[in-house]
């Protein structure tokens, strides 16, 4: 794995500690994104992150004690411990603090939610594999986040956008299908195709970038997406 900084080196080593565990959980996020450019070997930019996102897959959504215990069981011997920010709730996932046991400083933060997911494969870091979301599932996500005012806050996930599809066909279809069965309210991308301004200020402060695309090319690109938001209703092929 090429271009790993020592921080998501040790996410990673979380995550593997975790599956390893047998914690029923989905990966999803910048670490899961990362993971598919890699497998494609895009390496033009790289997005930092301090958390680790995932979904509980487990029969029934467990106890906030249950929950802690098992990370806590399966951390401890990196050093680290979990503390609860958040408790999950309905429309709320868990939210953690991670410390590291010797030193007491924060190192990450993990999140996990208690929806089902769609679909997953399994990735793979060393040699250790594990369960995260599909490239589809990733980008019918950052899609919705596009097509929304949200996209001003997640300027990130233009960055992102613009590299999985440079790594993986979609077909409009499926990411329709995906929208569907999450029961997903999708804007209709008047932030993105109205207010370029504003979505250039947002763009050109993001940070946690050591490189990123000219605003103008990466516009210019995803208006690939444009079956989305002039709503055609026929099976388009997007990204590569």
Request: charged residues 25%.
């Amino acid at each position: 794995m090429n271009r790993l900084t020592v921080q998501e080196k040790r996410m990673y080593d979380v995550m593997c500690a975790i599956k390893e565990h047998n914690v029923p959980v989905v990966y999803k996020g910048a670490l899961i994104t990362k993971l598919i450019l890699q497998e494609n070997q895009f390496s033009e930019f790289i997005r930092e992150t301090q958390d680790i996102d995932a979904s509980w897959v487990g029969a029934s959504p467990p106890s906030m004690d249950n929950l802690t215990a098992m990370l806590n069981n399966s951390i401890n011997i990196l050093g680290l411990i979990a503390v609860v920010v958040r408790e999950h709730g309905e429309k709320t996932s868990a939210s953690y603090d991670v410390f590291g046991t010797a030193h007491s400083e924060l190192v990450m933060t993990i999140d996990i939610d208690m929806r089902k997911t769609v679909e997953s494969q399994t990735y793979h870091f060393g040699n250790v594999s594990f369960q995260g979301v599909t490239p589809n599932n990733v980008i019918a996500d950052k899609i919705s986040v596009i097509a929304s005012d949200k996209v001003f806050r997640r300027a990130k996930d233009l960055v992102d956008l613009y590299a999985l599809l440079h790594c993986v066909i979609v077909k409009t279809t499926d990411i329709h299908g995906i929208w569907e069965r999450e029961s997903r309210v999708i804007g209709n991308f008047s932030a993105f195709t109205g207010r370029p301004d504003e979505l250039r200020h947002a763009y050109e402060k993001l940070r946690r970038l050591d490189v990123k695309p000219e605003f103008d090319m990466m516009y210019v690109y995803l208006k690939i997406l444009s079956p989305f938001y002039r709503k055609k209703h026929r099976c388009d092929h997007l990204g590569k």
